[in-house]
């Protein structure tokens, strides 16, 4: 049986809040549109990135260039090295982002 959805709207500090309830009856969990919509464009939900695609793709060309290390990159985009870890495993293909041996 599928779960019950509804949404509530809130006031918060005079700005007006909808978020989306979910009770599910029978499901671990249960994702409505707005809660997609909620999320970024991601149809699984979840958090929207931290870099966007034009910042994903300038880290990837620095860190193809080998000029700087993940630490280096993780403070000038002033994000986490997690993030730049994924990022980069998500966009380089099979290289490891830990081997920053190609910085002289």
């Known amino acids: 049986m599928p ?7 809130f006031d918060v500090n005079g700005t ?10 029978s499901q671990s969990s249960c994702i409505t549109t707005a809660g997609r919509r909620f999320a970024g464009s991601d149809p699984r939900g979840g958090r929207a990135p931290k870099l966007s695609t034009a910042q994903q793709e300038l880290l990837m060309q620095v860190y193809r260039d080998g000029t700087h290390t993940s630490a280096e990159l993780s403070e000038i985009f002033r994000v ?3 993030t730049v870890y994924r990022t980069i495993q998500r ?3 099979g290289v ?4 920053d041996a190609s910085v002289t």
Do not use: W
């Open 3 to 9: 779960g019950n959805a509804s949404s509530a709207t």
């Open 80 to 82: 986490s090295r997690a």
């Open 96 to 99: 490891d982002p830990g081997d």
């Open 91 to 93: 966009n380089a293909g």
């Open 16 to 25: 007006t809040k909808t978020v989306a309830i979910c009770v599910a009856s």
